[in-house]
């Protein structure tokens, strides 16, 4: 691990799409690296949440110390601002106890928010216009919801999807409240020099071979039971009004569950929207600065590109060993 005098904290990112073999290679970078994870997902830091999300196990860890997993409620609210909050004292107490904090996951926005710091101290909350929004979309639904932000701020809505609500609400919060545009904001931070020393590893594969893994990872959710783990999630009073139910893989398969799509017409939306989602982290991860691809085609195995990582921490002085 880099020098205690170094000036900037060390930090690690291995991102990329959905099913593109993180977990494992995250896994083996800790024990080669003395690291600790940190989980970047929007859905794992849910208890119960484990087959849709692809959560590891803690018989999987193989020993290795894993943050934000299984620390809230699926009741609870979870934002990008609490996710940074969160992830900035796992990298202190990491860093603390002598450790590599490793950043892992494929949210995009949630890595980007850590790992240049961006101040969300501009956007002033405002109980009742989030609840106009919340109710408008409700009754008019998420596409005409992103329509108001499509005419607020063009730039964000290209950036957002239609059926991100939460993110869509904080746009137009951000525009009522600052009188500016949340998208201009963002390109700001972004900017920004990173208060770390890190290394912004990008795992990538073949598109085919990418979107191949997504359809059998749902396959292997539906096997496991993910009907049946969100059948326990409904009984327990969840729906898809509760962000962890926003999630893919839950709010088609609660969709399912009351009457809406049947089996067969299920599990293809699931496997489309997950290929989606893997297109959609592609777009955003090509968009960020400082960035290594690992791009599995160019490596004969696994084992290779840990060994192109080790080698580029040493070079970073990220690691010393």
């Excluded at 000036?7 to 083996?28: H, M, N, W």
Aim: aromatic residues 8%; charged residues 35%; proline residues 3%.
């Amino acid at each position: 691990m880099a020098e205690k005098e170094n000036k900037k904290q060390p930090l690690v990112i291995l991102t990329g799409p959905t099913a593109v073999g993180k977990t494992a290679l995250s896994l083996r970078l800790a024990k080669a690296a003395d690291g600790e994870i940190i989980s970047a997902d929007s859905m794992q830091v849910y208890r119960g949440l484990d087959i849709g999300s692809a959560k590891i196990l803690p018989e999987q860890m193989e020993g290795v110390t894993h943050h934000l997993i299984d620390v809230l409620d699926p009741k609870e609210p979870f934002d990008v601002v609490r996710f940074q909050s969160m992830a900035k004292e796992c990298i202190a107490d990491i860093a603390g106890r002598g450790h590599l904090p490793i950043l892992t996951g494929g949210t995009g926005f949630y890595i980007q928010s850590v790992l240049y710091d961006i101040d969300f101290t501009e956007t002033q909350e405002d109980p009742d216009y989030r609840r106009y929004l919340e109710e408008y979309a409700d009754a008019n639904g998420d596409e005409a919801l992103h329509a108001l932000l499509a005419a607020a701020d063009p730039e964000s809505a290209r950036q957002i999807h239609p059926h991100n609500r939460r993110r869509t609400i904080r746009a137009l919060e951000f525009h009522r409240s600052s009188g500016a545009l949340i998208s201009e904001h963002n390109e700001r931070e972004r900017a920004k020099t990173s208060p770390f020393s890190f290394a912004y590893f990008v795992l990538d594969d073949d598109r085919e071979a990418l979107y191949g893994r997504c359809d059998e990872r749902v396959d292997r959710m539906l096997e496991d039971g993910l009907e049946e783990e969100v059948r326990g999630l409904k009984a327990l009073g969840l729906t898809r009004e509760d962000g962890s139910m926003k999630g893919i893989g839950y709010r088609e398969m609660l969709g399912f569950l009351e009457g809406e799509t049947d089996r067969e017409e299920t599990v293809r939306l699931i496997k489309r929207n997950t290929r989606h989602f893997a297109k959609r982290q592609l777009t955003w991860f090509r968009r960020e600065r400082d960035v290594i691809r690992l791009y599995r085609p160019d490596f004969a195995c696994e084992d290779d590109i840990l060994a192109s990582m080790l080698k580029i921490l040493r070079e970073k002085e990220i690691l010393t060993q």
